[in-house]
């Protein structure tokens, strides 16, 4: 994506590489509970380094979320 080094992280955050793009709106890429979750405008989907650690897949579920499923509908 960029070197901080060589370009302001600004040019890097708005540039044009597909998972940055992503990452900016990942509200809308999360799947699972969180997709569908009441306070996902809050949390913003939590950690995706860890849904790619224990899913394989980095839009996936937030593992680490308590919120039960009552909660999360609610």
């Given at each position: 994506p960029g070197n901080i080094r060589?370009?302001?992280?600004?040019?890097i955050w708005t540039g044009?590489?597909?998972?940055?793009?992503a990452l900016r709106e990942k509200e809308k890429m999360?799947?699972?509970?969180?997709?569908t979750c009441h306070y996902l405008d809050i949390c913003k989907g939590g950690s995706r380094v860890?849904?790619?650690?224990?899913f394989g897949d980095v839009w996936a579920e937030e593992p680490a979320?308590?919120?039960?499923?009552d909660e999360i509908h609610s």
């Open positions: 060589e370009r302001p992280f600004s040019d044009d590489d597909p998972l940055l793009a999360v799947k699972g509970r969180c997709h860890r849904a790619e650690a224990v979320c308590y919120l039960t499923e």
